[in-house]
Each structure stands twice: as structure tokens, then as C-alpha cells.
């Protein structure tokens, strides 16, 4: 099956930093990915949709330039968080959709953000 | 506007059976997931239906009737590692998926 990695697993960093977490398709050419957020005890909440070649689509309510979305190749995007705060700690889940498989979507193992 | 509903929280016995209903309502349907997530780890997927009918895969199983906008995920012979959050998600005409808040499912000995 497709795989689809992230890094940093986890990351602690202090307020006021930036944060960059990458999620990488490791045997497929993603086209889309998707990064979620996911609050304890919460479902996945869709941040953005990232295209390879373009500028990612935010949902609504999502701060395009506080989290900054790349996807320069088939098979990387990146999230960077800026000026991270508090209220940024959360799961981060990315996923990859492999145009070869269908609809679904392939998700990375996560990247838990804590903002001290 | 677009909804999944499904149940929060369901608790079961071990080497039972367990069905986790979903109903939905979306801008057009390309379609009905379900994954599995365990606490701290990302989602994994479980099964997709496009058709009417029932999917069986092992222990799991899925329905779907698109008429009336109804999923189910059918567990049997539950084993204590089936503690998870089971997410239902509904394709929509966009081919975004709309997920549902999930459901906690206990498995009890």
C-alpha cells in the first residue's frame, strides 16, 4: 500500500518560533495532500489542501500566513508555523491521495506541536 | 450545509458484535470512508463504498444505501485491540472528504 511519511514526530518549541514539519509520499507521486488538525478528544479538522505546483486552498478560518503550506514536488509538502503559540499544540496529520488508488487517502503518523 | 453524524461513544464486549451507524448529507457523493484511529496515532483506513451494498473484509464490514444517506461499519468478534475512534467521511462532488466527529468505541472484557 502507499506510505506516506512526516517529519518531525513530535516537536516541542517556544513561543514566538517558527516550526516546519514535512510529509513526504515514500513510493506514489502525490498530486494532493492534505494537512489536518486534530485538538484532543476532537475529529480532524481540514486546514488546507496542497497542490503540487500551486498555491494551497485554506479553509475557512485557517490563517494562510501563519501556516505557511509548500508543495514543491510530487512527493513533499511542508507545513511551517509561524509565530507559533500555545494555542498552536496540536496533533498535525498530513495526508496523500495516490491518483493510481482511487479516492482514498493515505495519512502520515502525525506531528505533535507543543508551543511552551 | 454538508453533515456526518455518527454515534460519540459505544461500548461492547469482547467477541461481540458492533455496528457503528453514520448518516451523512453532502453536495453531491463520490462516496463513503471508514478509518480507524487509535489514541496518538493517525487515521488508517478500513473501507470505502460507492455502490449500495455491503463490503466485507475480514472482521469488518460496511454498508451503504445512498438513498437514504446511511453507513454502517459492522465489527465482529471484537478483540480488545478494536478500542479506537472510528471516523466515517463522505466524499463530496469536490472530492473533499467531510469527516464525522468519530466514534469512541470501548471494548470491554
Known amino acids: 500500500g502507499a506510505v506516506v511519511s512526516q517529519h518531525p514526530s513530535w516537536v516541542i518549541c517556544k513561543s514566538g518560533t517558527s516550526v516546519k514539519i514535512e510529509c513526504r509520499s515514500l513510493?506514489?507521486?502525490?498530486?494532493?495532500m492534505f494537512w489536518y488538525r486534530q485538538f484532543p478528544k476532537q475529529s480532524l479538522m481540514l486546514m488546507a489542501t496542497?497542490?503540487?505546483?500551486?498555491?494551497?486552498?485554506?479553509e475557512q478560518g485557517v490563517e494562510k500566513d501563519k501556516f505557511l503550506i509548500n508543495h514543491a514536488s510530487l512527493t513533499l509538502s511542508t507545513l511551517t508555523v509561524t509565530s507559533a503559540h500555545p494555542e498552536d499544540s496540536s496533533f498535525y496529520i498530513c495526508?496523500?491521495?495516490?491518483?493510481?488508488?482511487?479516492?482514498?487517502?493515505?495519512f502520515g503518523p502525525g506531528t505533535r506541536l507543543t508551543v511552551t | 450545509g454538508q453533515n456526518i453524524d455518527q454515534p460519540t461513544e459505544m461500548t461492547a464486549t469482547e467477541g461481540a458484535i458492533v455496528q457503528i451507524n453514520c448518516t451523512y448529507q453532502?453536495?453531491?457523493?463520490?462516496?463513503l470512508f471508514w478509518y480507524q484511529q487509535h489514541a496518538g496515532e493517525a487515521p488508517t483506513f478500513l473501507s470505502y463504498?460507492?455502490l449500495d451494498g455491503l463490503e466485507e473484509k475480514g472482521r469488518f464490514s460496511s454498508f451503504l444505501s445512498r438513498s437514504k444517506g446511511y453507513s454502517y461499519l459492522l465489527l465482529k468478534e471484537l478483540q480488545m485491540k478494536d478500542s479506537a475512534s472510528y471516523l466515517c467521511?463522505?466524499?463530496?462532488?469536490?472530492?473533499?472528504?467531510?469527516w464525522g466527529a468519530g466514534t469512541k468505541l470501548i471494548i470491554k472484557p
Open positions: 496542497s497542490n503540487e505546483g500551486s498555491k494551497a486552498t485554506y
Open positions: 495526508s496523500a491521495r495516490d491518483p493510481r488508488q482511487g479516492r482514498e487517502q493515505y
Open positions: 463504498n460507492v
Open positions: 513510493d506514489f507521486q502525490a498530486t494532493t
Open positions: 453532502t453536495s453531491g457523493f463520490n462516496g
Open positions: 467521511a463522505a466524499l463530496d462532488s469536490n472530492y473533499q472528504l467531510i
